[in-house]
């Protein structure tokens, strides 16, 4: 992996965990490649132990693999399984957005609209990264909003499913109509509309769903 630093020896597991767990979602980590505990231990500048760990915690989230020969990789990506999840994101943000919109006010829709545009930027640059952390930023305002850790909780660990999705096929899919909806999700917002807020929110996630699990 590249640009990655040896990390201090404090919560070295969780530290560890981490690092993995976003070499992943990038894709630096892709899919199908094989891991070895013995080399991201020398790479990070920690014990075999907490690598170990971590790699069992990322394993029991479905993002590493290892088979009955000791061989350890990183799990393809089940466009069929994204699809499902995307199911159950929908609903969560849509959620989050009907606890919210009592919250919500207009600087929060201020915030929503500077994320948007560097949403924007990094769509017309082709950042994929950038693109999808500024998407992540966007919805999390409203996450932040609806005051339920819960919901946060369960979308943490379904998220990499769709995120390694979003990147293997960024650029396959029109980024401009995601900023157009984000543009209508800040003036519903503006508008206090609480009926269609979380019908748009839902709409947005479902939609993304279409575009990547079902090219045709």
Known sequence: MKHINQISRISLRDQVYQRLRMAIINLELKPGQRINDKSLAEQFGVSRTPVREALKRLEDEGLIESSPGAVTKVTLVDEQEAKHAFTVVAALHSLAAKLAISYLENTHANEMEKINREFKHAIEQKDAIKAVDEDTKFHRVLLKAAHNPEIEVALERIMPKIRRLELLKFGSVDGASSVEVHR??????????????????EENWLSLSQLLTNPS
């Open 184 to 201: 209508q999700i800040i003036q519903v917002i503006r508008q206090q509309d609480k009926k269609n807020l979380p019908i748009l929110i």
